[in-house]
């Protein structure tokens, strides 16, 4: 049986956020998230205002940026937000209740009010909820895209109606390839009660899982309403995962006339360490992604003082001499950090080695392309978007801006 490799993004981070969902449509989504900011006061502006806005004005903002609301207390009302959106209402409104209680108790009765309120919105909130999606059991979504005999499969994991997991797979095609994935991963995984999928299973195949939970399990295949909408959802998350950084690969490999796609990125810089050490960086992207398991740190050995040019050649000697050696794929592109003079050491290393790689430089204060035997930069047009290839780590290249606006 093939093996079948993925990844598991539960509590998935982005740009210091999370996702909550899933939300069956953009319009309960947005209502969800405006009921859930009103009610806990929450700031809608990305970068902290001097001065307070009208949403603190009209009591829809609880006015940070004033300070007049505490580090601790925004934080709380953060956490009781994100609680919502995780899907648990009751066991916040019955926390809340309790210290409005208290607070009443005390004769804090300004406070009390301002809790009251807040929990009044949200079991308007839940009753709706329950309204449009009542599950008592958990369901396992599952759609794919088959692409040059390759299988791109995403599963969302729903608890209750909440998203609790993510997961995609990347793996050979054959002829029952979502057969045997079902075995392999329900022989490792729990079956969930229901499973819904954009095709019918054979009856052999709903009795193994049934086996393996040990109650039934419903296979469903939705032709229309919510649980098509999820699957719809799954397929495009498909879609944007996988193929939204290969069109930007593509656009890239259009943009530098590149012979083939860019599937592997190499990258590298050079660091200075309190002025004494010399450190070389190299990140590697593959499928437009970082591919964490391939970077590399090189310590400078054979360049005594601070230069640039001579450490870039070190470093890019020592990485594709060392791939030669093991008989190693070269990547598809190369990109050495600075301008002419760090693309030249670069150039003159790999022509040493016989090694013909399509290679360029980026000048990031400009943010100028140099390849190898045009001395002025690429022409590119600053007001389009540009490819972002970024990793975040502690070395000094925590990202590369790639433009693909290059003639």
Known sequence: MKSFQGSSSPGKKA????FFGPFVSAKERDYIFEVVRKTFQLRTCKKMPKRACLRYHIAACSGPCIGAISAEDYAEKVKKAASVLKGNIRELIESMEKEMR????????????VLRDEIAALEYLQEKQNMER???????????????DTVYLMLFKVYKGTLEDKQDYVFAFGENFLEEFLVQYYSENEPPEELILPEPLEESLVDFLSHVKGTKVKVTVPKQGEKKELLALALKNVEIGFFGDRKKLEALQSKLSLPKLPNV????DISHLSGTATVGSMVQFR????????????KIESVEGIDDFASIAEVVR??????????HD??????????????SSAFQELRK?????????????????????????LPIKKTRKPLFLSRKSGTKLTGLQLPITAC
Request: with cysteine.
């Open 15 to 18: 740009d210091g956020g999370s």
């Open 102 to 113: 208290e607070l009443a108790s005390r004769q804090q009765f300004e406070q009390a009010m």
């Open 134 to 148: 009542q599950k008592k059991h958990n369901e396992d979504i599952l759609n794919y895209i088959v692409r040059d």
């Open 265 to 268: 990125i190499e990258c590298f």
């Open 287 to 298: 499928g437009g992604r970082p591919d964490k398991h391939n970077y590399r740190r090189f």
């Open 318 to 327: 020592r990485r594709y001499s060392r791939l030669l050696e093991d008989k």
């Open 330 to 343: 070269l990547p598809d592109l190369i990109i050495i950090d600075g301008g002419k003079g760090q693309l």
């Open 353 to 377: 080695l016989k090694i013909r790689v399509p290679l360029i430089s980026i000048a990031k204060r400009e943010e100028e392309i140099y390849v190898p035997g045009i001395k002025s930069p």
